[in-house]
């Protein structure tokens, strides 16, 4: 191990020390986080369009700005690195799905055709046990391959149908940017419940999973969204295409243009064109290949805060991570996060540093402070922050000063974001490294 650290007990014992007690600077440099103009924070994205508007002024938290968003398809909110992007997507796919509806070729074909479909798969929710005894024996062979997934699943749906995250509560919550502390239970759409409750045999069973992810990769969102208006949106257009005989091809032939975003990547190929029991076979081989214990990457397949591609954008990370001392010892922070915004977060992180490792300097060790600080083979302190405009808080000022005890060399920190005048001034003034994450290149993984 290299010795960048007094000790890793000596380094744990003074972050805790240190986190108990009062904030190291002057109550007068500390700044309330701003209100800030859309146009400051918005990149790369019209802030109008005919299907969406970006409400102005946007609130900022210290760490992210909080966008609210209104569309003809509902009110949606965004916080967390990547998310606004995220939910302008899905804004536009509700738009191109909604076109599709109204079409009368779609009409046509749709009309009474999925009732028995949907109703089955409601009942697997309520039974699922009684339900996958009744599969026919003819997909013996699907059950084998996903046996496993199935399995976990049906012991646990008690979870899924509370809303009960897997070892996460008040108390454990992580504190990491991008969402409260406080464990917020995410709405579940009826196939995003399916999956988590049951492993994928009953949707594959039922026939409509393939065209579903197809329909997604065309429209450049995930197939698991957590935006349950998308999902509950993509299932109906789905199951009425796929029982009334239209295929992926003809639904999006029915869209005006402009509306389909269809983008290739590594990530969304393997995310979309894989089957769900697949999918979660691969998550699992990476992550025990890597060394993290059956019980964690049980609990993580089973975490509502992690879309299945979300947790496929995590084990390829920590795959490319492969070698780097501590890189196990992040689970527990992977597990205790309580919002979308703060999975995303430790995602963006973790794709980060991988870029770092491939492409700047090696990575010898990763460490849990707060975030993840990895420690380079040169022994650099390295911290990357996906962020949206961040603010000189008693919070930031913790977190340095930690860093600053614990570690024996200058810190340098990557940021996706800005970073406020006094912010820039007080780590400058304690010798910090700032650099751009521009600087990394494009994430290796990024998430819809």
Same mark, same amino acid.
């Given at each position: ?6 000790? #890793? ?77 995220? #939910?302008?997507?899905?804004? %536009? ?11 009368? %070729? ?10 028995? &479909?949907?109703?089955? /798969?409601?009942? /697997? ?22 046996? #496993? ?7 646990? +749906? ?5 809303? %009960? ?10 504190? @990491? ?12 759409? /009826? ?14 069973? @039922? ?5 579903? %992810?197809? /329909? ?37 032939? @029915? ?8 983008t290739s990547s590594r990530l969304s190929d393997w995310v979309s064109d894989t089957a769900p029991g697949d999918l979660r076979v691969e998550i699992e081989r990476k992550l025990l290949e890597i060394g993290v214990g059956q019980s964690n990457i049980d609990r993580f397949l089973r975490h509502s805060f992690y879309t299945m591609s979300m947790q496929a954008v995590l084990a390829a990370s920590l795959e490319d991570l492969n070698g780097v001392e501590g890189q196990t010892d992040l689970m527990p922070l992977v597990l205790s ?75 340098? @920190?990557?940021? &996706? ?22 600087? +990394? ?8």
């Amino acid at each position: 191990m290299i010795r960048v650290l007094k000790s #890793r007990r000596s380094f744990f014992a003074t972050s805790a020390v240190l986190l108990s007690l009062p904030t190291l600077g002057l109550s007068s440099d500390f700044e309330t986080p701003p209100t800030l103009s859309a146009a400051e924070t918005v990149k790369d994205q019209p802030l109008t369009t005919e299907v969406y508007y970006i409400e102005d002024p946007v609130p900022t938290d210290g760490f992210m700005a909080l966008y609210s968003i209104t569309s003809p398809h509902g009110a949606f909110t965004a916080s967390g690195p990547g998310i606004l992007n995220t #939910r302008l997507n899905e804004i %536009r796919a509700l738009a191109a799905l909604q076109a599709m509806q109204e079409d009368d %070729r779609f009409v046509d074909a749709a009309e009474d055709t999925a009732k028995d &479909t949907v109703s089955n /798969l409601r009942r /697997l929710i309520e039974k699922p046990k009684e339900t996958l005894e009744g599969v026919p024996e003819g997909v013996g062979r699907f059950f084998k391959r996903t046996g #496993r997934t199935i399995k976990t699943g049906v012991q646990k +749906l008690g979870d899924v149908r509370e809303g %009960r995250l897997p070892g996460v509560n008040e108390t454990t919550a992580s504190n @990491l940017p991008g969402g409260s502390a406080t464990v917020v239970t995410p709405n579940k759409s /009826l196939t995003e419940s399916t999956l988590n409750a049951s492993g994928d045999a009953a949707v594959n069973v @039922l026939g409509f999973d393939k065209q579903r %992810r197809r /329909l997604a990769k065309e429209l450049n969102v995930d197939p698991y969204t957590t935006n349950t208006i998308l999902a509950a949106k993509l299932d109906d257009v789905t199951w009425a295409a796929f029982a009334g005989g239209l295929g992926v091809n003809v639904m999006t032939s @029915l869209v005006p243009g402009g509306f389909i975003l269809s983008t290739s990547s590594r990530l969304s190929d393997w995310v979309s064109d894989t089957a769900p029991g697949d999918l979660r076979v691969e998550i699992e081989r990476k992550l025990l290949e890597i060394g993290v214990g059956q019980s964690n990457i049980d609990r993580f397949l089973r975490h509502s805060f992690y879309t299945m591609s979300m947790q496929a954008v995590l084990a390829a990370s920590l795959e490319d991570l492969n070698g780097v001392e501590g890189q196990t010892d992040l689970m527990p922070l992977v597990l205790s996060v309580g919002s979308e915004g703060q999975a995303r977060f430790l995602l963006q992180t973790l794709d980060m540093f991988r870029n770092y490792h491939k492409d700047i300097e090696p990575l010898a060790a990763f460490y849990v402070q707060g975030t993840v600080i990895g420690v380079s083979t040169t022994e650099q302190p390295v911290v990357m922050a996906p962020i949206d405009y961040m603010s000189w808080t008693p919070v930031l000022d913790r977190f340095v000063s930690n860093v600053e005890t614990a570690f024996k060399n200058t810190p340098i @920190l990557y940021n &996706t974001g800005m970073l406020s005048t006094r912010t820039n001034e007080v780590l400058s003034e304690r010798e910090w490294i700032l650099r751009d994450a521009s600087l +990394l290149g494009a994430l290796a993984y990024p998430v819809q």
